[in-house]
């Protein structure tokens, strides 16, 4: 089953808090969330994985 991941923006201008990513093929190893960008206010360095 492809990984699912919750990711939270950290930019204190930003009104999302937390959003869920769902993949639907294998992700490469290498691959993490600093590929990815905030779907609102479009920042890639305040994203961070949350840790369960």
């Known amino acids: 089953m492809p990984p699912t991941e919750e ?3 950290t930019d204190d ?6 959003f ?8 490469p190893d290498e691959f993490d969330v600093s590929e990815l960008s905030c ?3 479009g920042g890639t360095d ?6 369960l």
Do not use: A, G, Q, R
Request: one cysteine or more; aromatic letters at 12%.
């Open 7 to 9: 990711i939270v923006c």
């Open 20 to 27: 869920e990513n769902h993949y639907t093929y294998d992700v």
């Open 39 to 41: 779907p609102v206010c």
């Open 13 to 18: 201008s930003c009104f999302l808090d937390l």
């Open 46 to 51: 305040c994203l961070e994985p949350v840790e």
